[in-house]
């Protein structure tokens, strides 16, 4: 079809109610499986580069064909920078093509972060790219290098805090921290389904769970009912690919 934003992606899936899966792509590999995969079933997908995973590739060549890839595919792709922690990475992102990026400020104060994601909102949707920020704090492997998740309801995201970042900021999607965390939980996720109820009740706009590797199926359905609109999964599926690869060298 065509490389779309996230803003177009999510608005569908808000308004009848689904989610659209985020994967990271970090190879040729990567990109090619998850495109063959959402073709073959025929679902809307996003595809996603963490910060954390640009100094290991070769951005040059890799980008230009991942653009030409979505350009190219039979199914609504938007592509992604995910969790970019600096403004000028997520500037880099918009000046290379992306159709959507993430700013994480959530490490920061809340003006802080509140102030660097409205600039970012600014420069992004005055050439059409959609904004994606967090609020409270999703801990785990991406967001702190560690190998297993932690999770702490402290950091938990506040929906009153919520409605007035989203507001003041004009994002178009909201990643909150409700129990779900990066890389591999040290025990079954429990997601606070009452705060992600709350929170859909102060922000209209689509919101998004991140650290989808390990929880459960039936957890991703009620959130999803819920108001979860885009479900980020990247641990799992490059654990697969460790164990293929495995599997590979022994035969």
Not at 74 to 98: M, S, Y
Not at 195 to 207: A, G
């Amino acid at each position: 079809m065509a490389l779309v934003t996230l803003n177009e992606l999510l608005k569908d899936a808000q308004k009848r109610g689904y989610a659209v899966g985020s994967f990271n792509m970090v190879s040729f590999g990567f990109l090619n499986g998850i495109l063959e995969a959402a073709e073959e079933e025929k679902s809307p997908v996003i595809l996603s580069i963490a910060e954390v995973h640009l100094p290991h590739m070769q951005v040059e060549q890799f980008i230009p064909a991942a653009i030409q890839s979505a350009q190219n595919a039979r199914i609504p792709v938007a592509i992604h920078l995910d969790h970019g922690f600096h403004f000028e990475t997520v500037v880099k992102a918009i000046r290379w093509g992306f159709s959507s990026v993430m700013y994480d400020g959530s490490g920061l104060s809340f003006k802080e972060n509140l102030d660097t994601t409205k600039l970012v909102t600014r420069i992004a949707n005055a050439v059409g790219v959609s904004v994606e920020a967090e609020l409270g704090i999703v801990g785990g492997e991406e967001a702190s290098g560690e190998e297993t998740s932690v999770i702490n309801d402290d950091k938990f995201t506040d929906p009153v805090l919520a409605a007035r970042f989203v507001e003041d900021s004009g994002i178009g999607a909201l990643a909150i921290s409700v129990g779900n965390a990066h890389g591999f939980y040290k025990s079954m996720p429990r997601l606070d389904f009452g705060l992600i109820q709350k929170i859909r009740e102060h922000v209209e706009i689509p919101l998004v769970l991140h650290g989808g590797s390990g929880i459960p199926d039936e957890s991703f359905i009620k959130a999803i009912r819920l108001g979860i609109c885009k479900i980020n999964y990247f641990t799992g599926m490059s654990f697969a690919a460790v164990v293929r690869i495995k599997e590979f060298i022994k035969t």
